[in-house]
């Protein structure tokens, strides 16, 4: 399982971005691709998973109506709309198995121990 993030950039507030994740060595009906950010000094935040099986969906709260996630057979996307400093960051995508977009609807927080495969993470830089 291999995964490749891409997209990142410096931007001004308000602008978008859309994030990339290739993926190889599995396929998405079986695995959910997860978008996860950390910001400097801080743990990594779970924002949004996508399942391929289905084209089902996870948002955190904080990202709900300005990121919207989806797939086709080899990438995963992560649209990124109306950015704020707050969203500065190096954003990463893992994989792991799809019970962990049920975890994360239960609980509200995207599951990080349940990622087998990490990118290598793209950085995110909102700032006028």
């Known amino acids: 399982v291999q995964l490749q993030a891409s997209g990142g950039g410096l931007v001004q507030p308000g602008a978008s971005l859309r994030l990339s994740c290739t993926h190889s060595?599995?396929?998405?009906?079986?695995?959910?691709i997860c978008w996860f950010r950390q910001a400097p000094g801080a743990e990594r935040e779970g924002l949004s998973c996508?399942?391929?099986?289905?084209?089902s969906t996870y948002y955190a709260g904080s990202v709900k109506g300005r990121f919207t996630s989806s797939g086709d057979k080899n990438t995963v996307y992560l649209q990124l709309n109306n950015l704020g400093p707050e969203d500065t960051g190096r954003y990463y995508c893992?994989?792991?198995?799809?019970?962990?977009?049920?975890?994360?609807?239960?609980?509200?927080?995207?599951?990080?121990?349940?990622?087998?495969?990490w990118g290598q993470g793209t950085l995110v830089t909102v700032s006028s």
């Open positions: 893992g994989a792991g198995p799809r019970a962990i977009m049920i975890l994360a609807a239960m609980s509200g927080t995207v599951p990080t121990m349940k990622v087998v495969s």
């Open positions: 060595g599995f396929t998405l009906d079986d695995y959910a």
């Open positions: 996508f399942s391929g099986g289905d084209d």
